[in-house]
């Protein structure tokens, strides 16, 4: 408030100051992502918007596991105001992803009865497609064409990749 008396009249105008504060930028928790995982958006991870990240394989605010590869680091969010600017940082970390293959199916007859599945490594995954229970496939539940195998593992670190192999 500013005021001002002149001759016995007094006259006064009110004005509002804003203060701002340097920043405080918050990051919640990054996961723990795959190397073969989809890129991950580490907008949704940040409060105020409209700052910048930085940090290994980081474009804009995208982080791409396939890039980064299996490890750890750091991603940092910067914000800059009138007042000055301020970061915030969290570890991300990427885990291994298994190499995964399957060897070539052979051809069977509509009649030859259940075939076991192999050629699936590592050992340990899983088979699924048509006509496949358990380690198992069914020609005659399949029927005549040609199908499509799929073999899945998953790691000690929870990543899984896939292979495909037909059989006719």
Sequence with gaps: VYTVTLNGCSSSDTTSIGVDTVPNPIMAPLPVLCENDADLNLAPYVFPEGGVFSGPSVVDSV???SIFGAGSDSIVYTITNACGSDTAAREITVQAAPSVSLAPLSAVCIDAGVQS?????????????????GGTFNPQTAGIGTHSIKYIFTNANGCSDS???NII
Excluded: K, R
């Design 163 to 165: 292979a495909t192999a």
């Design 117 to 133: 599945l192999s050629g699936g490594t590592p050992i340990g995954g899983s088979f699924s497609g048509s006509g496949v229970t």
């Design 63 to 65: 982080f791409s596991p």
